[in-house]
C-alpha cells in the first residue's frame, strides 16, 4: 500500500487519503477498510471509504479515504444512508 497524498483536515477531525493499493481483484469496501484500518492503526467504524477505482489492465486501485478521529465525528459529516421504501407497487 502507498500513500499518494494525506491530508489533515482538523476542522473535520479527519485525515483525507489517496492511496494505491495493488490487488489481483477489486478489494472491494470491506477490504479496504481492513488494510487502511492495519496501516494506519484505528477502528474499522472510523473509516469512510467514498472511492475505488482502477486503470483497466492495471494491478493498481486507487482508494480515496478518510479516517476520522472518532466514530461521533464521522456519524456527524458523513451522510446518512437512506431509508428504503416499504410496500408494494401499484
Do not use: C, Q, W
Request: net charge positive.
Amino acid at each position: 500500500m502507498e500513500i499518494l497524498n494525506e491530508n489533515k483536515n482538523t476542522l473535520l477531525k479527519r485525515r483525507e487519503l489517496l492511496v494505491s493499493l495493488p490487488s489481483a481483484s477489486n478489494p472491494g469496501f470491506n477490504d479496504s477498510k481492513k488494510h487502511l484500518a492495519e496501516k494506519f492503526k484505528t477502528e474499522l467504524d472510523n473509516i469512510a471509504i467514498k472511492s475505488i477505482k482502477n486503470n483497466f489492465g492495471t494491478n493498481d486501485f486507487l482508494i480515496e479515504a478518510f479516517i476520522y478521529e472518532s466514530l461521533t465525528d464521522k456519524e456527524r459529516i458523513e451522510p446518512k444512508p437512506k431509508a428504503k421504501k416499504s410496500g408494494a407497487s401499484a
